[in-house]
Nanobody, 119 residues
Framework: QVQLVESGGGLVQAGGSLRLSCAAS????????MDWYRQAPGKQRELVAD?????NYADSVKGRFTISRDNAKNTVYLQMNSLKPEDTAVYYC???????????????WGQGTQVTVSS
């Protein structure tokens, strides 16, 4: 089994910063990519930042969010600066994991962590 455990969510004032963490554990041979999504109330889940073969950001967060990865810890981070109320959402970690060197990749989701930005 592969599990993604997220942490770092919470309440922050507009203009503040927050860092999210997502650690992958279980049967892991390699991780192809670890990405961040978010879903605001009444909206579709959207890709915020990905860090696989290349690093990409949603236009709404460019210049404010930074995704990074610690391969030794199988952990991905999302540093969020200059937060806005519209950043309020449940943030989900997503990872594409290979459990065996001869096996294929499977996609896993974290449980989500709430980020609330007050005005």
């Amino acid at each position: 089994q592969v599990q993604l455990v997220e942490s770092g969510g919470g309440l922050v004032q507009a203009g503040g910063s927050l860092r999210l963490s997502c650690a992958a554990s279980g049967s892991i041979f390699s991780i192809n990519s670890m990405d961040w999504y978010r879903q605001a109330p009444g909206k579709q889940r959207e890709l915020v930042a990905d860090n696989g073969y290349s690093t990409n950001y949603a236009d709404s967060v460019k210049g404010r969010f930074t995704i990074s990865r610690d391969n030794a810890k199988n952990t991905v981070y999302l540093q969020m600066n200059s937060l806005k109320p519209e950043d309020t959402a449940v943030y989900y970690c997503n990872a594409v994991v290979q459990q065996h060197y001869l096996g294929g990749y499977s996609r896993y989701w974290g449980q989500g962590t709430q980020v609330t930005v007050s005005s």
